[in-house]
């Protein structure tokens, strides 16, 4: 299947800080990615949908402000997470979809799991 | 009430049982449907995908889906310890559009 690689895989920030995770797709094309967050135990959430040269889309709830999406290109997109704060503290997953299949199934980046301390 | 259900488990079988993992969904428009694992900190694997109702097999794995009970299944044969994992349902209604996940099911295959 394709690949999708997500970096850094854990971060440790200090409060007021921000910090930055990277999607990218390795061996495909990907004009659409995603951004979700999962708690322990917890399903995926859908954060935003980036899409390539354009603005993201944010889920109700989720502050565009705080969580910064950029896609600059068609194999990579980024999530910061500006002035982050304990409760920011979980698991960040891209995923990003191959268009040339044609499907919906979409291939996940590793998770990016960050604590805000 | 949860556009997706599924039963977070944990579920506990045998090496070598037949697992039966089940989602019941409320949106009739929902037309694509998919199975994810997820092992501990780590992105979710896709491991079948399925467009509207019907059966689809891979290997050890068949998925199952009933768009009149709004409900899908996936079954596992031959369960190997490997096996033990989160279970995600997902499904959509455009392809390509926003994925809904189920909760997951944590299965654990005891040697």
């Known amino acids: 299947g394709a690949v999708v690689s997500q970096h850094p895989s854990r971060v440790i920030c200090k409060s007021g800080t921000s910090v930055k995770i990277e999607c990218r797709s390795l061996?495909?094309?990907?004009?659409?990615m995603f951004w979700y967050r999962q708690f322990p135990k917890q399903s995926l959430m859908l954060m935003a949908t980036?899409?390539?040269?354009?603005?993201?889309?944010?889920e109700q709830g989720v502050e565009k402000d705080k969580f910064l999406i950029n896609h600059a290109s068609l194999t990579l997109s980024t999530l910061t997470v500006t002035s982050a704060h304990p409760e920011d503290s979980s698991f960040y997953i891209c995923?990003?979809?191959?268009?040339?299949?044609?499907?919906?199934?979409?291939?996940f980046g590793q998770g990016t799991r960050l604590t805000v301390v | 009430q949860k556009e997706v259900e599924q039963d977070p488990g944990p579920l506990s079988v045998p090496e070598g049982a037949i697992v039966s993992l089940n989602c019941t969904y409320s949106?009739?428009?929902?037309?694509?449907f998919m199975w994810y694992r997820q092992y501990s900190r780590k992105g979710p694997e896709l491991l079948m995908y399925t467009y509207s109702s019907g059966n689809k097999e891979d290997g050890r794995f068949t998925a199952q889906v009933d768009k009149s009970s709004k409900y899908i299944s996936l079954f596992i044969r031959d369960s190997q310890p490997s096996d033990s994992a989160t279970y995600l349902c997902a499904m959509s209604v455009n392809q390509g559009g926003k994925l809904i996940f189920g909760q997951g099911t944590e299965l654990s295959v005891k040697p």
């Open positions: 061996d495909f094309q990907a004009t659409t």
């Open positions: 949106n009739s428009a929902f037309q694509y």
């Open positions: 980036s899409n390539e040269g354009s603005k993201a889309t944010y």
């Open positions: 995923s990003a979809r191959d268009h040339r299949v044609g499907g919906t199934e979409a291939f």
